[in-house]
T-cell receptor
Framework: KAGVTQTPRYLIKTRGQQVTLSCSPI?????VSWYQQTPGQGLQFLFE???????NKGNFPGRFSGRQFSNSRSEMNVSTLELGDSALYLC?????????????FGPGTRLTVL | AQSVTQPDIHITVSEGASLELRCNYS??????LFWYVQSPGQGLQLLLK??????LVQGIKGFEAEFKRSQSSFNLRKPSVHWSDAAEYFC???????????FGRGTSLIVHP
């Protein structure tokens, strides 16, 4: 069974631009979560989607948004990019929502903002 | 609010030696606890988790962890480290119901031959 895939793997943008990252979960998984990983802040939860509905959201500004499609694929969007948005963005999928479900992580998208 | 502390930023061990990575958490009720490993250029992989029951949890790759409520700790152990265990290790705590996990800052494990 294929794992979680994230595209693109690497991305370079300039301040003020916007970016869209994509995540394809493991087949059959209906929950997708997004995380931001930086050397300064570590791993931080962005949001969780289940059956196209956002269930939880971390403490990030409104410039960070996401959505989930009927096939469970998910995208996250960051508008008006700032230098501090440079990070590894990780996507994780699970069969169901909630803490009792094991999350499987993708390799991440490395975003660099210049 | 829940929090997780991993006191050791780096740990260096010799191959074949035993390993213990420390994790302390802060949470009012019984937490859900996790250990993940991240190899360079890869995402996180779940090593083991504790929800309830037996406080000694066995995981993959020969790892185990022990939940000690009195010490608010969930330390990860391995009796004999292999060079391939060199990676970043993260402890995480999640609350029941909705899942908003909090991760520790990570411990980087270096294995000397």
């Amino acid at each position: 069974k294929a794992g979680v895939t994230q595209t693109p793997r690497y991305l370079i943008k300039t301040r003020g631009q916007q970016v869209t990252l994509s995540c394809s979960p493991i087949s059959g998984h209906r929950s997708v979560s997004w995380y931001q990983q930086t050397p300064g802040q570590g791993l931080q939860f962005l949001f969780e989607y289940f059956s196209e509905t956002q269930r939880n959201k971390g403490n990030f500004p409104g410039r960070f948004s996401g959505r989930q499609f009927s096939n469970s694929r998910s995208e996250m969007n960051v508008s008006t990019l700032e230098l501090g948005d440079s990070a590894l963005y990780l996507c994780a999928s699970s069969l169901g929502a909630g803490v009792g479900n094991e999350q499987f992580f993708g390799p991440g998208t490395r975003l660099t903002v210049l | 609010a829940q929090s997780v502390t991993q006191p050791d930023i780096h740990i260096t061990v010799s191959e074949g030696a035993s390993l213990e990575l420390r994790c302390n958490y802060s949470y009012g009720a019984t937490p859900y606890l996790f250990w993940y490993v991240q190899s360079p250029g890869q995402g996180l992989q779940l090593l083991l988790k504790y929800f309830s029951g037996d406080t000694l949890v066995q995981g993959i790759k020969g790892f185990e962890a022990e939940f000690k409520r009195s010490q608010s700790s969930f330390n990860l152990r391995k009796p004999s480290v292999h060079w391939s265990d060199a990676a970043e290790y993260f402890c995480a705590v999640g609350a029941g119901g909705s899942y908003i996990p909090t991760f520790g800052r990570g411990t980087s494990l270096i294995v000397h031959p």
